[in-house]
């Protein structure tokens, strides 16, 4: 066996993954052959300074404490999720059940899935859709651009949305996430106006439920659009977000 | 599982080069894991579950990111002119991240796991859902790619005869 195939074996002699008579004759070949032991050497060096680069890199400790603050934070309680399963069952009682789908849906359509997570008992019927698709979801349920307010000013970073089935209607929602990842999220509903009202319809059910999680609730209408705010912000908060939203109609 | 936060931060930030978006990824990691913890198996290796659980985040969320720096070929780099001698790269903190950073970003996963947090290849395998040869391959090839990178920065720097780390 030749020196380039035995170099080509160094790498996984190091990570422990020959057998044990590839690894002797490995072996027996290098205590023999100088270029194949500075190979060997010269690996071992690069690994380690892989290694320690990647570990010396480490993050600020004081990050991963606040890191490992909000992902315990989110941790779901078995209280809780027991008391959101039961708000979520509470909701399709109140709303009779089926969704029904008005017209086709978009193509990003797929299965049910709960949201109770962030505090919207809402079941939709499409997934949460990235950020750069997000326009074409506007456009798709609004025919424009305008339905998505940019709240970058109240310190939300980034923004998902999907279309959910209410009452037979689709609404936009849509989840904002804050800069400072301590704050909740907000999710913010937004209906075209006109006779159908299923958002507001549906309101008073949805306050009921939202309270019991401690959850507050701001409805504003704009000149095309009913807007419906839910978050575990203060109310006050909550009243100004539901002012940037509304500026933007 | 919160315990394995750190190692998980450290392994997202390499491949995301993104402080924020690295946190994001391993908090949405946890939140997975929390949501889908009656799928796994007692008595099965949790660490790598939890990598398992990253790497599809960071593929999802990631996976329209435009490709890493296109690296120059082995070749080019003069690898058969290497000095003579093993010797240890001195760089700078960061000029050390960029060297890693220019690695394409197929072969990363793959040298993090395995070098860094010490994965069998048959487990990196099963996090990265590739074949084992792949693994393989794909190591090799890295590290080649890390050498050529490293090639024209080496030095000595031994301390009792041992490397000495980056940083010191």
């Known amino acids: 066996m030749d020196c380039q195939t035995h170099q080509e074996e160094i790498g996984r002699y190091l990570d422990g993954e020959l057998t044990s008579p590839v690894a002797a004759s490995l072996e027996a070949h290098l205590s023999a052959c100088g270029a194949c032991r500075e190979a060997l050497n010269q690996q071992k060096l690069d690994d380690q300074w892989f290694r320690s680069t990647v570990r010396h890199a480490a993050p600020d400790p004081q990050r991963v404490i606040a890191l490992q603050a909000r992902i315990v934070g989110r941790q779901p309680q078995p209280s809780q999720a027991r008391l959101r399963w039961l708000s979520v069952a509470l909701l399709l009682v109140l709303l009779g059940g089926a969704w029904y789908r008005k017209g086709p849906l978009p193509v990003y359509a797929a299965a049910i899935a709960d949201h109770a997570d962030h505090g919207c008992t809402v079941v939709s019927h499409v997934p949460f859709v990235q950020a750069d698709a997000l326009q074409e979801l506007a456009r798709t349920f609004t025919g424009s651009a305008t339905a998505i307010p940019d709240l970058s000013q109240r310190g939300y970073c980034r923004v998902q949305g999907r279309l959910c089935g209410l009452r037979h209607r689709h609404v936009l929602h849509l989840v904002y996430i804050p800069n400072d990842r301590l704050r909740p999220l907000l999710s913010v509903f937004i209906e075209p106006r006109d006779q159908e009202h299923a958002l507001d319809r549906a309101m008073p059910s949805w306050a009921a439920t939202a309270a019991q999680n401690g959850y507050h609730l701001v409805s504003r209408q704009a000149a095309q659009f009913s807007i419906f705010l839910v978050s575990t912000e203060p109310a006050d908060v909550l009243q100004q977000d539901a002012a940037g939203v509304t500026r933007q109609f | ?168």
């Open chain 2, 1 to 168: 599982m919160v315990a394995h936060t750190q190692v998980l931060l450290r392994t997202a930030l390499r491949l995301t080069r993104r402080q924020e978006e690295a946190e994001d990824a391993v908090q949405e990691t946890f939140l997975r894991a929390w949501k889908y913890f009656r799928g796994f198996e007692r008595g099965t290796n949790a660490r790598a579950w939890l990598f398992r659980i990253l790497m599809n985040v960071i593929n999802r969320s990631y996976a329209g990111r435009p490709a890493a720096h296109n690296f120059i070929s082995i070749e080019d780099t003069g690898l058969d002119q290497v000095l003579a001698g093993p010797s240890a790269p001195v760089l700078s903190t960061a000029e050390a991240l960029e060297a890693l950073d220019r690695l394409p970003i197929e072969f990363k996963p793959v040298m993090l796991l395995v070098l860094v947090e010490e994965f069998s290849y048959r487990e990196a395998a099963e996090i990265l859902e590739i074949p084992i040869g792949t693994v393989m391959s794909r190591l090799h090839r890295g590290r080649r790619l890390l050498r050529a990178e490293l090639a024209p920065r080496t030095a000595p720097k031994r301390r009792n005869g041992e490397v000495v780390p980056h940083g010191e």
